[in-house]
């Protein structure tokens, strides 16, 4: 049974920072690119960054700067740094894994940025 769990996120101000993990099991997931995507309110989910299994890394031109993405393949594990965080970032955070067109998605996880 493959498991996207994702944890970290709550409340933040703006111009603080919030890291989320995401521990995968059931998948081999060295072989997984493995993604942030998010969803505010009345809009579309989106891309937030990705990192491939070699590790190459890609980011949204809005998170650039702030936000890094990192994998520990030891631990099955993706990470979402964000940094300088804006109330622009309040959304519903999803971990995503893909391989050859095979996807899943973790739970979600609700980022609040607000004074």
């Known amino acids: 049974q493959v498991q996207l769990v994702q944890s970290g996120g709550g409340l933040v101000q703006p111009g603080g920072s919030l890291r989320l993990s995401c521990a995968a099991s059931?998948?081999?997931?060295?072989?997984?690119?493995m993604g942030w995507y998010r969803q505010a309110p009345g809009k579309q989910r989106e891309l937030v960054a990705s990192v491939r299994g070699s590790g190459t890394t890609d980011y949204a031109d809005f998170v650039k700067g702030r936000f890094t993405i990192s994998r520990d393949n030891a631990k099955n594990t993706v990470y979402l740094q964000m940094n300088n965080l804006e109330p622009e970032d309040t959304a519903v955070y999803y971990c995503h894994a893909n391989w050859s067109a095979i996807r899943y998605w973790g739970q979600g996880t609700q980022v609040t940025v607000s004074s």
């Open positions: 059931g998948i081999r997931f060295s072989i997984y690119a």
